[in-house]
């Protein structure tokens, strides 16, 4: 339960404005969750992170100068680097999802992971991950996630 609540406590944070406390508040969960071993919670964990910095890496969103004026150390050191540090979270929560049979957070990694691809590196390299979030989400029944690849296989 400590995990769920602290993982749902930093994407609250960062939701609200408080990008640095919440990115800290994930951190020391995921830090946690993999150190004793609960590679569910390490999962969403890294998913949480990956999709903080997939929004930072796609200027997703609409931040206030007060937002940024009280993140501005987490924002110069974090923005730089929002591309990479998202494909490294996205990826290890798809490793670990598809490892311990997590379809939603695999599909929801993959699907992330396909729309930085698409405004970074090119379609080539965002279908294959789209098409096969859009696979898993198609057989698990998520249909806003279905929606929302499909949207961006459109793009």
């Known amino acids: 339960?400590?995990?769920?609540?602290?993982?749902?406590?930093?994407?609250?944070?960062?939701a609200t404005g408080a990008w640095t406390q919440g990115v800290r508040t994930l951190e020391h969960r995921l830090a946690s969750a993999e150190a004793r071993g609960a590679?569910?919670?390490a999962a969403i964990g890294h998913y949480a992170?990956?999709?903080?910095y997939v929004r930072m890496a796609l200027r997703e969103g609409k931040a206030g100068w007060q937002e940024i004026s009280q993140n501005l150390a987490f924002t110069l050191i974090a923005l730089p680097r929002a591309t990479s540090l998202a494909r490294r979270h996205l990826g290890r929560a798809r490793a670990l999802a598809r490892e311990i049979d997590i379809p939603s957070v695999l599909a929801s990694a993959l699907y992330s992971l396909g729309r930085l691809e698409l405004r970074k590196a090119g379609a080539a390299r965002a279908k294959p991950l789209l098409d096969e979030a859009r696979a898993i989400a198609a057989t698990n029944g998520l249909d806003e996630l279905i929606r929302r690849i499909d949207a961006a296989l459109r793009s």
């Open 1 to 14: 339960l400590l995990y769920t609540t602290d993982i749902a406590l930093g994407v609250a944070q960062v």
């Open 39 to 41: 590679q569910q919670f």
């Open 49 to 52: 992170l990956g999709e903080v």
